[in-house]
């Protein structure tokens, strides 16, 4: 079993950055492949960013693209999520995810472990 804890949501301005971390319990999670998912009020949640378990390929939604960073440390069993230039439509709950397999995944029903989730805000 892997448990998964989000931090670092808050209320932000349109413009501004967060960095949301992922630490992960109950086994190291090296040999998990890690993903961020989001979901707003009203909306089904959708893919923002992945990455394998060596942190050598990641993958972002093209609403996030350039915008956001995904990595791990594996040493510290975290994973992070690098939101910049953040956007009113950034709002929504983000959770983390993980999966044990060294690939790339970007759909929710891949992943067998979810954190309870972190909100961000972002105002106009």
């Known amino acids: 079993q892997v448990q998964l804890v989000e931090s670092g949501g808050g209320l932000v301005q349109t413009g501004g950055s967060l960095r949301l971390s992922c630490a992960a319990s109950?086994?190291?999670?090296?040999?998990?492949?890690m993903g961020w998912f989001r979901q707003a009020p009203g909306k089904e949640r959708e893919f923002v960013s992945a990455i394998s378990s060596s942190g050598g390929r990641t993958y972002y939604a093209d609403s996030v693209k350039g915008r956001f960073t995904i990595s791990r440390d594996n040493a510290k069993n975290t994973s992070y999520l690098q939101m910049n230039s953040l956007k009113p439509e950034d709002t929504a709950v983000y959770y983390c995810?993980?999966?044990?397999?060294?690939?790339?995944?970007?759909?929710?029903?891949?992943?067998?472990?979810w954190g309870q989730g972190t909100q961000v805000t972002v105002s106009s």
């Open positions: 995810a993980a999966r044990y397999d060294f690939r790339v995944f970007a759909g929710g029903y891949e992943y067998d472990y």
């Open positions: 109950g086994r190291t999670t090296s040999s998990y492949a």
